[in-house]
């Protein structure tokens, strides 16, 4: 297959996912296995310690469009993903989370967006971003709390009109991904605000799709994630007005 040949990229950032990766993979496989188009599949490993790894490369025996980058250090979410896109060919590149959290169905509500010239396409877990989005398990009441205070920070500090920067489910075209993921500096969870600011900034329209999104107890988030994140908006805010983009 030509890289010119790819339609769908999918790109899949990991650190320690042993219990859950080759599951994930076999659902993207077995959905994308059954449509028109062709597509690879790139899984990020951030330096994972356990046998993340190992079962990707055994998967890859099998699976021809599917490839690993071992990163050689931890670095954080945004810089596996930020790699991964910029190391694709697909003339639509996706990330998805390890867990599934989002099932990889939900890309064919994207396409409807692509096909009418968005540049970047989101999920959202928030119906004020897209009537229809549901939990199908709540977080807890802490967490839905920090993340609506959060949200309200976000909004005022960098991006304003998203209810839901935070799910990890976002399409973009080619072009916008190598422009966007080329000028990242947040390697850490604040990536997604970064990545929507600076696909604002360039004049790209933003689609968002409802989510139907099943929470895993095994998450990652923590609840020092919450004021990283906040942290890493004010880094955002301010690379936007020293102009540090250059967009």
């Given at each position: 297959?030509?890289?010119?040949?790819?339609?769908?990229?999918?790109?899949?950032?990991?650190?320690?996912?042993?219990?859950?990766?080759?599951?994930?993979?076999?659902?993207?496989?077995?959905?994308?296995?059954?449509?028109?188009?062709?597509?690879?599949?790139?899984?990020?490993?951030?330096?994972?310690?356990?046998?993340?790894?190992?079962?990707?490369?055994?998967?890859?025996?099998?699976?021809?469009?599917?490839?690993?980058?071992?990163?050689?250090?931890?670095?954080?979410?945004?810089?596996?993903?930020a790699e991964g896109m910029l190391a694709a060919h697909g003339r639509i590149r996706l990330f998805t989370d390890a867990d599934n959290s989002t099932?990889?169905?939900?890309?064919?509500?994207?396409?409807?967006?692509?096909?009418q010239g968005f540049e970047t396409v989101i999920a959202s877990r928030d119906p004020k971003d897209a009537p229809g989005a549901t939990q199908a398990?709540?977080?807890?009441?802490?967490?839905?709390?920090?993340?609506?205070?959060?949200?309200?920070?976000?909004?005022?500090?960098?991006?304003?009109?998203?209810?839901?920067?935070?799910?990890?489910?976002?399409?973009?075209?080619?072009?916008?991904?190598?422009?966007?993921?080329?000028?990242?500096?947040?390697?850490?969870?604040?990536?997604?605000?970064?990545?929507?600011?600076?696909?604002?900034?360039?004049?790209?329209?933003?689609?968002?799709?409802?989510?139907?999104?099943?929470?895993?107890?095994?998450?990652?988030?923590?609840?020092?994630?919450?004021?990283?994140?906040?942290?890493?908006?004010?880094?955002?805010?301010?690379?936007?007005?020293?102009?540090?983009?250059?967009?």
């Amino acid at each position: 297959m030509t890289n010119q040949e790819v339609y769908l990229s999918v790109i899949i950032p990991t650190y320690n996912e042993e219990n859950r990766i080759g599951k994930t993979i076999d659902i993207v496989v077995s959905f994308l296995q059954k449509q028109a188009y062709s597509f690879e599949i790139i899984v990020v490993s951030g330096h994972s310690t356990d046998r993340t790894a190992d079962i990707v490369k055994e998967k890859m025996k099998s699976i021809a469009n599917l490839t690993i980058i071992e990163q050689l250090k931890k670095t954080g979410k945004g810089s596996a993903v930020a790699e991964g896109m910029l190391a694709a060919h697909g003339r639509i590149r996706l990330f998805t989370d390890a867990d599934n959290s989002t099932d990889i169905s939900h890309f064919e509500k994207m396409r409807t967006f692509f096909d009418q010239g968005f540049e970047t396409v989101i999920a959202s877990r928030d119906p004020k971003d897209a009537p229809g989005a549901t939990q199908a398990l709540s977080q807890t009441r802490i967490k839905r709390l920090m993340g609506n205070l959060g949200n309200l920070f976000i909004q005022l500090v960098a991006v304003r009109g998203f209810w839901d920067t935070q799910c990890g489910f976002k399409a973009f075209r080619d072009f916008a991904a190598e422009k966007i993921f080329s000028r990242q500096k947040i390697p850490g969870w604040g990536f997604d605000i970064e990545v929507l600011a600076l696909a604002r900034k360039s004049g790209y329209r933003i689609g968002i799709i409802p989510a139907y999104w099943i929470n895993d107890p095994e998450s990652r988030v923590r609840f020092s994630t919450y004021f990283q994140v906040l942290w890493e908006t004010v880094k955002i805010r301010l690379n936007l007005q020293l102009g540090k983009y250059q967009i």
